[in-house]
């Protein structure tokens, strides 16, 4: 069977699941709608595809079995509902939607027609991410309950720096910054590890620092360029955020993140109550015999080996990404899939909370974020 899927959305991100798409078995694209006819037929062009200016006439002609959301964030529900309605199994980019009312509406409008809804998460399914989730499975670490998560960069604002268009720092268009633009990433991956489990309660705090970041004794000529780009993009979201989840297993979960932060990145890490791990480069900590043990896993041999098995025993198998994990769990090929949607929506709680709380100085409930999330999509 091929899975026939539309793209919505052909710029950077569009191009990327495309070509994603392209190595995987199974997987054909065949349309691709933008509002720039150019940016379409030019993707498009690059894999035979059909090209619509509306996404809903793609939905209406094309009869996809599938699409791939690739527009800015609040540009997600409406989408993803249309394609919902249509029958069509629904992929999104990061994060889920801007806000988590728009998230969960998603999610019920896949449940409601029958279709699988995943979010793009590539920390899921990296070699760091299968082994820890191994062993957490396995018992290695007795039952974990704390997770601190960390994306920071020192500098790395879009468009700012030289990356990106002015739509990931615009709050109409994004929702926000930081916490959900890289944050999603680290959040997805350990409540992953965690188990999911349901959000009890957040707390949380954003910063935006940008005209200090750009003084003159810093950046020096290039001052004008940094401050130009702010101005001409009406950059108007956090340079930074960090928060605290406890979930209602008694797990606790921490972030951090950071397009523009002086300090350091610092690996994720998971605890438990007879081990802990650190995910890259990856470590595990654990006591045998009385002695406090570090332990290094070679993982690459692990995955080779692995490979092999599941090959002829010459050349390892390819054991698949996110993008042939989403084919093989709409075709009914995988035994557990990951659910990247429910984990992506738990991941926009927390988010959202972390900017709730700002606004209210106090931690929220889970119920409370849920009541004060409101709607940022754009209409179509």
């Known amino acids: 069977m091929t899975v026939e899927i ?4 052909a710029g950077n991100r569009g191009q990327a699941h495309a070509d994603s798409y392209s190595d995987v078995d199974g997987a054909d694209v065949v349309a691709v709608a933008d509002i720039d006819d150019e940016a379409a037929t030019a993707l498009a062009g690059e894999h035979d595809a059909a090209v619509y200016g509306d996404f809903r006439d793609m939905l209406d002609d094309a009869g996809v079995d599938a699409v791939s959301v690739c527009v800015h964030n609040n540009l997600h529900r409406p989408v993803a509902e249309a394609a919902a309605d249509a029958g069509a199994h629904i992929f999104t980019e990061k994060p889920m939607a801007a806000t988590y009312t728009d998230a969960k509406a998603m999610a019920e409008a896949a449940d409601a027609a029958g279709v699988h809804l995943g979010v793009q998460n590539y920390d899921l399914f990296d070699d760091e991410t299968r082994a820890a989730s191994r062993l957490v499975e396995q018992g290695e670490l007795g039952e974990p309950y704390y997770a601190r998560g ?8 879009p468009y700012i720096d030289g990356y990106g268009t ?9 929702g926000g910054g930081p916490v959900i633009d890289i944050g999603t990433y680290v959040l997805g991956q350990l409540l992953y590890l ?6 009890e309660r957040v707390g949380g705090a954003t910063f935006e620092k940008t005209e200090d970041a750009y003084a003159e004794e810093l950046v020096g000529e290039n001052r004008d360029t940094y401050t130009g780009r702010l101005a001409e993009s009406g950059y108007d979201v956090e340079d930074s955020g960090v928060g605290m989840a406890h979930l209602a297993d008694g797990s606790v979960l921490e972030l951090r993140a950071a397009w523009h932060m002086y300090l350091p990145d ?9 081990g802990g791990l650190q995910l890259d480069p990856f470590e595990f900590y654990t006591t045998t015999g009385d002695y406090e043990a570090t332990v290094s896993l070679d993982l690459d041999e692990y995955e080779r080996r692995q490979g092999l098995i599941a090959g002829d025993g010459y050349e390892p198998a390819d054991t698949g990404d996110q993008f042939a994990h989403w084919i093989d769990t709409i075709e009914g ?6 659910d990247t949607g429910a984990l992506a929506l738990n991941s926009m709680r927390i988010m959202e909370g972390i900017y709730l709380s700002q606004e209210a100085g106090r931690e929220l409930t889970a119920e409370e974020i849920a009541e004060r999330s409101e709607s940022t999509a754009v209409e179509l």
């Open 6 to 9: 539309g793209i919505v959305g």
């Open 150 to 157: 960390v994306f920071s960069r020192r500098r790395g604002r």
């Open 166 to 174: 002015p739509g990931f720092v615009s709050k109409e268009s994004a």
């Open 194 to 199: 965690l188990g999911n489990a349901d959000v």
């Open 266 to 274: 610092r690996p994720s890490v998971v605890a438990g109550s007879q």
């Open 333 to 338: 090929d995988v035994e557990d899939p990951i």
